[in-house]
């Protein structure tokens, strides 16, 4: 079973950045697609961006997309969430997750993500 550990969450202004943390323990990094998904208060949780163990497959949700960076670190085992120009409506609670890739398969967000953090909670004020 997967570990992880979210950080990086704080308040700030519309227009701010935040950059989210990821550490993934207890697998096989390089075996898991990570992803980050968000649940707002009152709102289904939804994907924002997911990206393959080699790299080279990235997905965005149609918000996330010119304005959040997904990125991993396979030798630190991190996965990274790199968000700019923020909006009062990306305030949530984000959480990332990971999916075991099996041969032929895919990363994209809308698939079951098995494992999970706890999230970390980021607030976007105007």
């Known amino acids: 079973q ?20 990821c ?10 697609c990570l992803a980050w998904f968000r649940r707002a208060p009152g709102k289904e949780r939804e994907g ?10 990235t997905n965005y949700q149609e918000f996330a997309a010119g ?5 991993r670190d ?3 085992r991190m996965v990274y969430l790199e968000m700019n120009s923020l909006k009062t409506e990306d305030t949530a609670m984000y959480y990332c997750a990971a999916r075991k890739l ?7 967000f809308g698939l079951t993500y098995s494992g999970w953090g706890e ?5 976007v004020s105007s």
């Open 67 to 71: 304005r959040f960076t997904i990125s």
């Open 119 to 123: 999230g970390t909670q980021v607030t």
């Open 102 to 108: 099996s041969p032929g398969g895919s990363c994209f």
């Open 23 to 32: 550490v993934l323990s207890g697998k096989t990094f390089t075996d898991y």
């Open 2 to 21: 997967v570990q992880l550990v979210e950080s990086g969450g704080g308040s700030v202004q519309d227009g701010g950045s935040l950059r989210l943390s």
């Open 74 to 76: 396979n030798s630190l």
């Open 48 to 57: 924002v961006a997911a990206q393959s163990p080699d790299r080279r497959t």
